[in-house]
């Protein structure tokens, strides 16, 4: 069964970190690039950020320098380490196939994340 599980979201205060993981069922993980999402209230979902199963990475430009994305290919997760963050960056963030790597998943619940200023 496919699935997608988002956690580590929570409010934290302009400047603050958080570290987001996501749980995927291998049928979703193995060997593709994997992404992370947001959608910000009356936004549509944009990507963030993405790393092959490789490793590589690429980020949006909005976060270039304050979030780090990797990957354990052991335990089919996906990580999103959030530095600096911005009252900007609040919204619901999801990990999925990236763009162009498959077939994207059923979309998880996803996980709130709150900056205030």
């Known amino acids: 069964q496919e699935q997608l599980v988002e956690s580590g979201g929570g409010l934290v205060q302009a400047g603050g970190s958080l570290t987001l993981s996501c749980a995927a069922s291998?049928?979703?993980?193995?060997?593709?690039?994997m992404g992370w999402y947001r959608q910000a209230p009356g936004k549509q979902r944009e990507l963030v950020a993405a790393i092959t199963w490789t490793g590589n990475t690429d980020y949006a430009d909005f976060v270039k320098g304050r979030f780090t994305i990797s990957r354990d290919n052991a335990k089919n997760t996906v990580y999103l380490q959030m530095n600096s963050l911005k009252p900007e960056d609040t919204a619901v963030y999801y990990c999925?196939?990236?763009?162009?790597?498959?077939?994207?998943?059923?979309w998880g619940q996803g996980t709130q994340v709150t900056v205030s200023s």
């Open positions: 999925n196939v990236a763009p162009g790597s498959g077939k994207i998943g059923a």
């Open positions: 291998r049928s979703i993980f193995s060997l593709k690039v």
